[in-house]
């Protein structure tokens, strides 16, 4: 059975509407024969996450020492290629690790699709002879991932001008569809 994993490295500061998004999206995965499983870093709901487990929602705990920079990557590589993940939707991780993992988890021939989640809209490079526009993290993830979730028209424009290809972005507000 396919296996899709919604990674967030912060943890949700509503709890509540975090959990009904998840068991929804656990929801509809299932009634498709896929499986699907909430990776969250280790926080003061804990023990709500492991009552998740209980009834019916995969969640795995990202131990606090794995929480950072190469330790993270190398566990979250760990993870897909342990796991076989079908589809990784990333959500609140740093551009650069993205790519590392996004490159090394290709490099050991593991076919999994990256879903890279923008909120922020950051800087227009309006000049289309600014080399910025061209060499920059997010056009390079934009080469890497499968596609990238936008939060709003604005954060799809910034993609644009920003050298990501329009069949790699769509928009979803608030990331939930």
């Given at each position: 059975?396919?296996?899709?994993?919604?990674?967030?490295?912060?943890?949700?500061?509503?709890?509540?509407?975090?959990v009904?998004?998840?068991f929804?999206?656990?929801?509809?995965?299932?009634?498709?024969?896929?499986?699907?499983?909430?990776?969250?870093?280790?926080?003061?709901?804990?023990?709500?996450?492991?009552?998740?487990?209980?009834?019916?929602?995969?969640?795995?705990?990202?131990?606090p020492?794995?929480t950072?920079?190469f330790?993270?990557?190398?566990?979250?590589?760990?993870?897909?290629?342990?796991?076989?993940?079908?589809?990784?939707?990333?959500h609140?991780?740093?551009?650069?690790?993205?790519?590392?993992?996004?490159?090394?988890?290709?490099?050991?021939?593991?076919?999994?699709?990256?879903?890279?989640?923008?909120?922020?809209?950051?800087?227009?490079?309006?000049?289309?002879?600014?080399?910025?526009?061209?060499?920059?993290?997010?056009?390079?993830?934009?080469?890497?991932?499968d596609?990238?979730?936008?939060?709003?028209?604005?954060?799809?424009?910034?993609?644009?001008?920003?050298?990501?290809?329009?069949?790699?972005?769509?928009?979803?507000?608030?990331?939930?569809?």
């Amino acid at each position: 059975m396919p296996l899709v994993v919604y990674f967030s490295n912060l943890s949700p500061q509503k709890l509540d509407t975090a959990v009904g998004w998840q068991f929804s999206f656990a929801k509809k995965y299932k009634e498709c024969g896929i499986d699907y499983m909430w990776l969250v870093f280790s926080s003061r709901f804990d023990d709500t996450f492991y009552a998740l487990k209980e009834q019916g929602l995969h969640v795995k705990i990202i131990p606090p020492d794995s929480t950072r920079g190469f330790r993270l990557i190398s566990f979250l590589l760990r993870f897909i290629a342990e796991r076989k993940v079908d589809v990784l939707h990333m959500h609140f991780i740093n551009m650069w690790h993205a790519i590392i993992l996004i490159i090394l988890s290709k490099l050991l021939l593991r076919r999994t699709v990256f879903i890279y989640h923008k909120r922020s809209p950051g800087r227009f490079i309006l000049n289309r002879l600014n080399i910025k526009k061209y060499i920059n993290p997010l056009s390079i993830l934009g080469l890497l991932v499968d596609k990238i979730v936008c939060n709003s028209d604005s954060i799809v424009a910034n993609c644009h001008s920003r050298g990501v290809s329009r069949k790699k972005t769509f928009r979803i507000y608030n990331g939930v569809r």
